[in-house]
Each structure stands twice: as C-alpha cells, then as structure tokens.
C-alpha cells in the first residue's frame, strides 16, 4: 500500500493529534516522578491508537465512521457526532493480527478498570511493562504501515534510563502489605487475562514484549550504539536456542503441569458440601444471590455481561471450553462459615439481591 500525501485538513489532525498523544504517553511514562504514570500512559496510548484509526477511516472511507441511530441519523453526545471508539475501530479495520488484537483489548479492558481508580503504584508498571513495550511497538508499525516512514515517531523518543538495583525483599514486602483492594482487584484482572490467553499469542513479541538487559562489555567499538535491539524473527534457531539458555540462568525456575480444571466444583457440588458442613439447605437461586451480592462472578441482573471472565479467581473460574463456572473449595469454606457464624441469613440476601446490593467480601471472610 503506497503512502498518502496528507495536506491540511481533518485526517492530517487527527493524525498528528494521534502522535502527539503516543508521544505524551511515553513522555509521561519515563518520568520517573510523574504521578499516575501508568493510567496517563494506558489512556493516552487509547486515545492515540483511536485517532490512529479515525485518520485511516477519514482519508478512506470519509467521515462514516460515526454511530447512526435507527432512524438514520447520527447519533448525538452533547451535540457531536459520537465516532467509533477503538473497540468498534478494530472490528471495523480487520487486518490486526490477533497478538496485537489480543493487547489492545487487554489494555480497553485495563483503561475501564482503572478509569475511575487512583492506582498510583509502580508495581502495576513492572507487572506490565512487556505489553507496554508492545502497545507502544504495534502503533508504531501500524502507524508507518497505514501513512508512511516520515511519520515514524522512534527518531522522537530516548531510551529510558533503569537503576540498576533492584528492590529488597524487606522492601517489596512492605509493599505488599500497603496494597489496597483496589490495586489487588487489578493485579487479579491481569492474572486473569493472561491466564486465557493462547500460548501462541502470549508469546508473541506483538501481545509482550520481553526483554533481558545485559551490560554489553565486549567485542564493541567506540563507534557502537550502547543499545541495540534485534528483531526476534530474523534470529536463526541456535541463536534462538542460546536466547532459552540464557533465560533458563536468569529466571526463577518454575515447572508448568498440564492440567484441567483440578479442584474446581460445579455448583451443585458446591451446595451438596455445603449441606454435608452446615446441614442447611442451599438451592440454586440461593447460590446465585450469594454470588450476585458478593461479586463472585457476573450476572445480567447486576450488569454483568460484557466479560464473563470478571470473576473473583478466589472463588470461582470461568471455564471457556465448556462456558460455564466453577468453584474453589475456598468458596465451600466461605459459604460454610457465613452460615456457623450467622453473618447472613436467608432473608438477607434475598432482600440485597432484590435490591441490586453488593457487600465488600472482605468484611464477611
């Protein structure tokens, strides 16, 4: 596809407005004192990949890329046309590869989680900093793909500088310990997207990128770059090879067992023990109150249909392969001790169910 000659006008603002918004995302980004990095990051890296796309439709399609209501007309938000967001601006483009379809839909996930959270700790960075990489890699590449190299923004940007040492276990603990739910709640989200992920999309250089930093110290020339970073797909099998061993002496050694749904409980298992523990009776519209209220997984009734994966993976799974939901034995556990210790009874969550109420499961574990 050759390059368009952009000249003054709609699709040359939108672009420019789209760069200036992946280059604000990675300035912020690298500030190593910048309050809120990684939400500022994630959510002009959104707006930058929208606006992306909302360029490529305006020079190619003109401005259709707006919702319209039934009637015809566009539809209205303050006044303004209401364009594609970015979800609708993938399914519409349709040339991602699913690596780069699978992040970008991790990271609309993300921006809706910490939307309304102040998340201000480095440790969400770390967590993700490899889908990071790649977000900011994929607009890059998509970016030249659809307008050209003089629009290439690299040129722009500096490697950021690391610390070399890296934090002390005492450290890292106290950490821990200052975690609010809220922070939990998103580490938990990510744990979870990851875990349905293909193997073959997770790794991808598209979905994460993953890097090992080691000191250069020999075999350079003066006249060397001091980073230099290699294509993954253009290295041959032994380097590949060597690139395993290397990773088998830096990383913690972590031994993966093929499994399937071991310890997980369907819920008429669930209530069977429940029964054996308490000798209460639990029917299956009880079960579902309880889950509504304490935001085990999601149901319509409560708003929940857009990610049945939105579960609370202490407690309860959702198992893709069979589109269903399975339960830990912790849930038997809670379930059981809620009802010893007549922290709730019957008539209780009926009432907060029918009025819509959730609890803050903490309280009651």
Not at 185 to 208: A, L, N, T
Not at 280 to 309: A, M, Q, W
Request: proline content about 2%; some cysteine.
């Amino acid at each position: 596809m050759k390059a368009p000659i952009l000249r003054k006008g709609k699709t040359k603002s939108l672009l420019e407005s789209s760069i200036d918004c992946a280059l604000l995302a990675v300035e912020i980004y690298n500030k190593p004192r910048a309050p809120f990095r990684v939400e500022t990051f994630v959510t002009h890296m959104i707006m930058a990949w929208t606006r992306l796309f909302q360029a490529h439709f305006n020079f190619t399609i003109g401005e259709t890329y707006f919702y319209k209501e039934k009637n015809g007309r566009y539809k209205l938000i303050d006044g303004e046309k209401k364009a594609w967001e970015l979800k609708t601006c993938i399914k519409e483009y349709g040339k991602l590869s699913q690596a780069v379809k699978t992040n970008l839909e991790f990271f609309i996930k993300l921006r809706n989680k910490i939307e309304h959270r102040t998340i201000d700790k480095d440790e969400i960075g770390l967590t993700i900093f490899g889908e990071c990489q790649a977000l900011l890699y994929n607009y890059e590449s998509e970016l030249i793909k659809l307008f050209g190299e003089e629009y290439a923004i690299n040129e722009s940007l500096a490697y950021s500088l690391q610390f070399s040492r890296v934090r002390t276990p005492q450290q890292k603990e106290a950490s821990k310990q200052l975690l609010s739910n809220e922070y939990k709640d998103i580490v938990d989200f990510i744990k979870k997207y990851r875990d349905h992920i293909r193997d073959d999309v997770f790794e991808s250089q598209e979905y994460s990128i993953k890097l090992i930093q080691i000191p250069k110290i020999s075999n350079t020339k003066k006249s060397d770059l001091a980073v230099e970073f290699v294509n993954w797909s253009s290295l041959s099998e032994e380097d590949k090879e060597k690139y395993d061993q290397l990773t088998a002496i830096v990383k913690d050694k972590v031994v993966k067992v093929e499994a399937v749904n071991i310890g997980k409980l369907k819920p008429g298992q669930v209530l069977s023990k429940v029964k054996e523990r308490t000798n209460v009776t639990l029917n299956h519209t009880d079960h579902k109150h309880l889950l509504c209220i304490f935001k085990i997984r999601p149901y319509s009734e409560f708003g929940g249909v857009n990610d049945p994966f939105d579960t609370n993976t202490k407690y309860c799974h959702y198992d893709e392969a069979h589109q269903d939901y399975l339960y830990q034995d912790e849930w038997i556990n809670f379930l059981v001790n809620l009802i010893n210790e007549q922290k709730l009874n019957k008539d209780d969550w009926k009432e907060k169910f029918r009025l819509k109420q959730t609890l803050n499961i903490i309280e009651y574990e």
